[in-house]
């Protein structure tokens, strides 16, 4: 389609829509078409197009020709359907049209524009299946929410002209149904037209970060404040973790330390995981330190280890160690990280850890960066070769990884 043509597509709906005349009144019982459409699970271009002329008349009952290029619009596809035939493998015939769901959802289309057409009876004949359904099509998920956004949408269309420096001409019109509409038109032109439903109301937008989960998002948005939701409770659970029962009774069994490898339960190592992914967050690394995830297991040559807070089984944090790449001087496991909840800081809770660490992996290499923290700690702590390392060690780590490659 030309711009001149998208434009006089544009001129005639938008003269369509400012045509004064009564609104149809709901009916409560399917029409002929909608009943044929539901049973055959699709409709013709030209009987969608006969379907609309019962209602919206306006501009000489030309809506039947803006159907193919309001469905361009609204990215629904128009395409080649077959009737089913007696026998398989007989020949067969076929039209061009849309699909049901496509169909419907370009009659929801058209009615957010104020165009005088009515979806819900057809919604409300699809609606008890697309709710038990996970997937859906835009068309679909449109057909799902037509009762919440039903004239409360902001519509945009734009014709294929385009727009050069200049001055722009505005018009404004606002329909008895409560539809305001607003034509850019630009050397005589139409550029773009919008439409603004009776109930849209423009809604107060700011970019919110929580300083406690660390997730930004925009206030006033139904899914990003559903999503906050979730990131905020999971962060809560890490922050300010609360008694675990099942890790209570491994404590009550025994006084070592309960390493969490590959054979641990699933449940143990997906506490080790969401503490590798918040200590990755928060010192921006750019992968996990963790070989598994909350689905599948850690590889072999991962351990793990959870503190407790006490005997109630409160997680206070987790350490994870390597023996996958050799430290310094042949130094069989590695220190990958140490994630403690901010709250159980600075009471001794590593110190107190530490003793036996050593004991089960020896004087360990502790991969860098170090915290200025972490290093006051190996400080006071640490084994005289994690101690000495602390001297130029990304220099000396780096070289020695280099050569053993």
Known sequence: ?????????????????????????????????????????GVTITDLGDYALLTE?????????????????????????????????????????????????????????????????LVDELLPELEMRTLLTEAEHLILTYKLWTGRRLMFIQSTAKRVPGPEMVETFRS?????????????????????????????QESIKCDYCGLTYLSNTPAETRAHRVIHRRAAQLLDPTPNTRFAKRLAQTDHPIIVDSNAPMWMQKEVYRRAVKFKRDFRYD?????????NPVKIGWHGQLFPAGPDGTIAGACALSNEHPGPGGVEWTLAW??????????????????????RYGSFFIEPPLS????????????ESQIEFLAEPRERYQAEREFQS
Request: hydrophobic residues 40%.
């Open 287 to 295: 992968f996990v330190q963790w070989a598994g995830d909350d689905v």
């Open 57 to 121: 008349g306006r501009n000489y009952g030309r809506i039947e020709h803006y159907i193919e290029w309001l469905a361009e619009q609204a990215s629904i596809p128009a395409r080649s359907l077959l009737y089913r035939p007696k026998h398989i493998g007989e020949d067969t015939c076929g039209f061009y049209g849309f699909q049901l769901t496509d169909a419907v959802a370009l009659l929801v289309y058209m009615e957010q524009l104020g165009i005088m057409v009515s979806a819900t009876l």
């Open 372 to 383: 200025e923290a972490m290093q006051g700690f190996v400080r006071s702590y640490g084994t």
């Open 338 to 359: 140490v994630w403690i909840a901010p709250k159980y800081r600075r009471q001794g809770l590593l110190a107190a850890h530490w003793p036996g660490l050593i004991e």
């Open 176 to 204: 008895p149904m409560g539809y305001r509409y607003k034509m850019v038109r630009q050397g005589g032109q139409a550029l773009s037209l919008e439409v603004r439903g009776p109930k849209h109301r423009e809604l107060k």
């Open 1 to 41: 389609m030309t711009s001149e043509e998208s434009s006089k597509m544009l001129e005639g709906l938008f003269k369509l829509v400012k045509e004064i005349r009564p609104v149809p009144k709901p009916r409560t019982r399917l029409s002929v078409y909608e009943t044929k459409m539901l049973r055959e699970r």
